[in-house]
C-alpha cells in the first residue's frame, strides 16, 4: 500500500483496511489490502460498496 498516495476515507474491517484514492489519471479507486503481514491480500476496485464488501468476506490465511 506504501506505493499509493493521499489515501482517503480509510477505514478498518478485521484485518483488512479500505481506502479510496485517485490514481494517475485521476480516477477515483477503492483499495482493499490486509494488514497481516504474511497475507499480502490486496485488490483494488472501482467501487467502494464492492472493496468494502471484499473486505468483509476476506478470510485471512496469515
Ligand atoms: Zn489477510
Known amino acids: 500500500m506504501s506505493t499509493y498516495r493521499h489515501f482517503r476515507n480509510r ?3 478485521g484485518p483488512v483496511e479500505v481506502a479510496t484514492f485517485r490514481d494517475g489519471r485521476g480516477r477515483e479507486r477503492h483499495v482493499t489490502a490486509c494488514t497481516a503481514p504474511s497475507c499480502g491480500y ?3 476496485y472501482l ?3 464492492a472493496a468494502e464488501l471484499a473486505a468483509r468476506t476476506h478470510r485471512c490465511s496469515a
Open 42 to 44: 490486496s485488490v483494488t
Open 47 to 49: 467501487d467502494r460498496a
Open 11 to 13: 477505514i478498518r474491517i
